[in-house]
């Protein structure tokens, strides 16, 4: 059984229940119709005011991930991305000539289906605009736990309208294009009819589910987006250390450490730290200063059994060990664990980091494997930054930013260009036709 939550513009807090994607898939392309004649400024213009709405209501702005959100959804920001992803945001809405009498345009895909994880939740809002921009339909699966915070999200779309070269266009239009539903993921049947009705598959989740969804069938033509299970970490070179903003470092650091409970894929489960002037252990302590500070501000979320347990068990390995050290809260605002053993750690979540000092921040290299999404970077000298990031990124490291940056929603991600991505680019070419 599917249950549906929005459909043709209208919230169901109970949900519609189908047996199957057929009414659902048959309003959503005949919705998409729709789209044809928005002109992309137009479409950008309502998420921008949609951006100003949610960005004032104290509510929304409490869920993990929305402030940024808000940002990224500004048609300043959007502008930027566009332009990355397209170089011409006109491709958008007819063909441009490129070349003599050769022409492009960025054509829709059709239905796009997203299956979200739960790790984020706001990640289904980054996937539907962008693929809204792009003039696609979109039909959702979002897990049960984060149904209501998209449903919160999307809810004022509704009512916003915006007049552009004296036309009025309606957030709702947009929002018919939208359907947010959820089955069971055991479900294969349901999966599988999900999958052979799109025109693009965007998947968001942990290995085992994008390999059972990988499997399904689907169209010829259908484009996949994929953003599997990634790790991610931070390092500290000599000079950043020994600076005299090594303490707004950490900070930065630890805001990483907490967003999300570590549960995204962007999220640092080990810092490296250069050997410098500074020990190891005044570089924790510090640390433990910056936690403590910071935690104030953003109390513990619910952490779940499962990670509740690893942490105690990690606390109880590190604690009893003789050649590691342990630092952490009496609760679980923190946890710190030092060792000497060159490895990438199996991540714990819930604020847990470890401590790893190199030589040389370079050495992290042997390290680097696809899985390797993001390196946290904390670096004095550019060149050298570039440099670092040149060698990584060679290896298999998609994202390198500064601390304080590692969760921020950016393009290209996972080293796709969403949007790009999202369209079809078709060719006019009529050179000596006349």
Same mark, same amino acid.
């Given at each position: 059984?599917?249950?549906?939550? $929005?459909?043709?513009?209208?919230?169901?807090?109970?949900?519609?229940?189908?047996?199957?994607?057929?009414?659902?898939?048959?309003?959503?392309?005949?919705?998409?119709?729709?789209?044809?004649?928005?002109?992309?400024?137009?479409?950008?213009?309502? /998420?921008?005011?949609?951006? @100003? /709405?949610?960005?004032?209501?104290?509510? /929304?702005?409490?869920? %993990?991930?929305?402030?940024?959100?808000?940002?990224?959804?500004?048609?300043?920001?959007?502008?930027?991305? *566009?332009?990355?992803?397209?170089?011409?945001?006109?491709?958008?809405?007819?063909?441009?000539?490129?070349?003599?009498?050769?022409? *492009?345009?960025?054509?829709?895909?059709?239905?796009?289906?997203?299956?979200?994880?739960?790790?984020?939740?706001?990640?289904?809002?980054? #996937?539907?605009?962008?693929?809204? =921009?792009?003039?696609?339909?979109?039909?959702?699966?979002?897990?049960?736990?984060?149904?209501?915070?998209?449903?919160?999200?999307?809810?004022?779309? @509704?009512?916003?309208?915006?007049?552009?070269?004296?036309?009025?266009?309606?957030?709702?239009?947009?929002?018919?294009?939208?359907?947010?539903?959820?089955?069971?993921?055991?479900?294969?049947?349901?999966?599988?009819?999900?999958? /052979?009705?799109?025109?693009?598959?965007?998947?968001?989740?942990?290995?085992?589910?994008?390999?059972?969804?990988?499997?399904?069938?689907?169209?010829?033509?259908?484009?996949?987006?994929?953003?599997?299970?990634?790790?991610?970490?931070?390092?500290?070179?000599?000079?950043?250390?020994?600076?005299?903003?090594?303490?707004?470092?950490?900070?930065?650091?630890?805001?990483?450490?907490?967003? +999300?409970?570590?549960?995204?894929? #962007?999220?640092?489960?080990?810092?490296?730290?250069?050997?410098?002037?500074?020990? *190891?252990?005044?570089?924790?302590?510090?640390?433990?200063?910056?936690?403590? @500070?910071? $935690?104030?501000?953003?109390?513990?979320?619910?952490?779940? %059994?499962?990670?509740?347990?690893?942490?105690?068990?990690?606390?109880?390995?590190?604690?009893?060990?003789?050649?590691?050290?342990?630092?952490?809260?009496?609760? +679980?605002? !923190?946890?710190?664990?030092?060792?000497?053993?060159?490895?990438?750690?199996?991540?714990?979540?819930?604020?847990?980091?470890?401590?790893?000092?190199?030589?040389?921040?370079?050495?992290?290299?042997?390290?680097?494997?696809?899985?390797?999404?993001?390196?946290?970077?904390?670096?004095?000298?550019?060149?050298?930054? =570039?440099?670092?990031?040149?060698?990584?990124? @060679?290896?298999?490291?998609?994202?390198?930013?500064?601390?304080?940056?590692?969760?921020? !929603?950016?393009?290209?991600?996972?080293?796709?260009?969403?949007?790009?991505?999202?369209?079809?680019?078709? #060719?006019?070419?009529?050179?000596?036709? =006349?």
């Amino acid at each position: 059984m599917v249950k549906c939550y $929005t459909l043709n513009g209208e919230f169901y807090g109970e949900g519609l229940s189908f047996n199957d994607f057929n009414h659902i898939c048959e309003m959503l392309k005949r919705n998409e119709e729709e789209l044809r004649y928005f002109p992309v400024e137009a479409i950008l213009l309502i /998420i921008n005011e949609y951006s @100003k /709405i949610i960005s004032k209501d104290k509510n /929304i702005l409490k869920e %993990e991930g929305v402030p940024f959100l808000c940002f990224y959804l500004k048609k300043s920001n959007l502008d930027k991305i *566009i332009e990355l992803n397209l170089k011409n945001k006109s491709y958008l809405d007819r063909f441009i000539e490129v070349e003599n009498k050769k022409f *492009i345009k960025a054509q829709k895909r059709g239905l796009a289906c997203h299956w979200m994880a739960a790790n984020v939740g706001t990640l289904g809002i980054y #996937s539907i605009l962008q693929s809204i =921009i792009c003039r696609n339909s979109n039909l959702v699966r979002i897990p049960e736990d984060c149904i209501d915070l998209i449903i919160k999200l999307l809810k004022p779309l @509704k009512d916003i309208e915006i007049s552009y070269e004296e036309n009025i266009y309606f957030g709702k239009d947009l929002l018919k294009n939208i359907c947010i539903v959820n089955f069971p993921s055991s479900n294969l049947e349901l999966n599988k009819c999900m999958s /052979i009705e799109a025109d693009c598959r965007v998947f968001w989740g942990g290995e085992e589910a994008l390999n059972s969804i990988r499997s399904l069938p689907q169209r010829t033509n259908c484009k996949d987006i994929i953003f599997g299970p990634k790790y991610s970490f931070a390092v500290f070179d000599k000079d950043a250390i020994e600076s005299i903003q090594l303490e707004k470092y950490l900070e930065n650091l630890v805001i990483d450490i907490i967003a +999300f409970n570590q549960k995204a894929c #962007s999220s640092p489960h080990v810092l490296f730290l250069e050997k410098s002037s500074i020990s *190891i252990e005044e570089v924790t302590q510090r640390l433990i200063k910056v936690f403590k @500070k910071v $935690t104030k501000r953003y109390e513990v979320n619910f952490l779940g %059994e499962r990670t509740v347990a690893d942490i105690i068990n990690k606390r109880g390995e590190y604690a009893l060990s003789l050649d590691k050290m342990l630092h952490c809260s009496k609760g +679980f605002e !923190y946890t710190i664990l030092i060792d000497n053993e060159f490895k990438l750690e199996e991540p714990i979540g819930g604020r847990t980091i470890f401590l790893k000092e190199v030589d040389d921040v370079f050495e992290v290299e042997k390290l680097i494997t696809s899985r390797v999404q993001t390196v946290g970077i904390a670096f004095k000298n550019e060149d050298r930054a =570039i440099n670092f990031a040149e060698k990584v990124t @060679k290896i298999g490291v998609d994202r390198v930013v500064k601390v304080g940056y590692m969760n921020l !929603y950016d393009s290209p991600w996972d080293g796709s260009f969403v949007i790009s991505d999202m369209v079809r680019w078709c #060719s006019l070419n009529i050179n000596g036709m =006349i």
